[in-house]
């Protein structure tokens, strides 16, 4: 794959797109479709922005694999390629990796995203054989690289060397434990030959080490804040855009973090968020649990407090 096309399309924001559910807990496809056109219609589009489907922030691991077919096949035919979107094919079962994989090329979508397996910690052997398992069993589609370090693999520069001489590797998830100098080496390693997007907050060091883009909740949130944190980036404009991070993005994810703490997932606080909006929140499922009414208004405060605009 032809590396500056792959980063024009992994380019800006990256946004995981929740799992919209009915209140029978079913998936609300209709809700999902109006979500990623909210998002394209406010400025989300190829070049500045991405979209994750089924992936963490999608709460990929509550879903039979059914579900998250359903949910990367509605998230894919709501964009209509007006943005790249990447399936989340993670799991701790191979089968189900290649499985998704093959449907994401089946689908059309741009890429996938998948870290090693998890619960048994993999060695350096068992993390690079799994990338090639994966890769010789798709054809076309694109693949990034995801380094979850928090389970407990932390990808070594020499291996990942090796998972990135693979064809259709052309991007890498990136963060480390502390966000220091291995991260910045990483960046400074990876960024010619893939797209390295941050995923430890540390967009403006991304940029300037020439990443191309940074994971956001809350761009699903309020996409117009992100981007104009973007346009900032891509003019090289660093001290205005961290002040713009620093005063938004971080409060938000002080949130996210307190919130972390008393229920799992990642989505609750964003949906709680779409729904004090009036958008497609909705509701969470186990083992996640909607945030009750003193944590909405705490949140309401908050959103208030960055700028978000209410209806």
């Known amino acids: 794959m032809d590396i500056d096309k792959v980063k024009k399309k992994i380019r800006g924001p990256m946004i995981p797109v929740i799992t919209s559910l009915n209140k029978d807990l079913s998936i609300n496809t209709s809700a999902i479709k109006e979500e990623v056109n909210f998002l394209i219609e406010h400025g989300i589009k190829e070049g500045q922005g991405v979209l994750l489907a089924a992936g963490a922030g999608g709460d990929f691991n509550m879903l039979s694999l059914d579900e998250r077919n359903l949910v990367c096949r509605t998230i894919v035919e709501a964009s209509e390629d007006r943005i790249p979107v990447l399936v989340g094919a993670q799991d701790t079962n191979v089968n189900n990796m290649i499985s998704m994989a093959k449907y994401a090329e089946e689908i059309n979508a ?66 480390r434990p502390d966000n220091g100098i291995p991260y910045m080496e990483g960046v400074a390693r990876y960024s010619d030959k893939l797209a390295v997007v941050d995923n430890g907050g540390m967009h403006v060091m991304n ?105």
């Open 207 to 311: 940029h300037m080490l020439g990443g191309t883009g940074y994971i956001t909740h809350l761009a699903t949130v309020w996409p117009e804040h992100d981007l104009s944190v973007w346009k900032l980036l891509e003019a090289g404009d660093y001290r205005k855009a961290q002040k713009k991070i620093m005063a938004v993005n971080w409060p938000w994810l002080k949130f996210r973090g307190k919130m972390g703490q008393r229920t799992s997932g990642e989505s609750p606080p964003v949906k709680a968020a779409l729904d004090l909006l009036g958008r497609n929140g909705g509701p969470s499922r186990l083992p996640s649990r909607t945030l009750n009414s003193d944590e909405r208004n705490d949140l309401k405060e908050l959103l208030i407090q960055i700028g978000v605009p209410f209806p």
């Open 110 to 175: 741009y890429g996938i995203q998948f870290s090693t397996t998890y619960y048994y910690p993999p060695s350096d052997e068992d993390a690079l054989n799994l990338y090639r398992t994966i890769h010789d069993a798709t054809k076309s589609i694109a693949i990034m690289a995801y380094n979850t370090f928090w389970h407990d693999y932390n990808f070594p520069f020499e291996i990942l060397d090796q998972v990135a001489e693979l064809e259709r590797v052309v991007s890498l998830k990136w963060s």
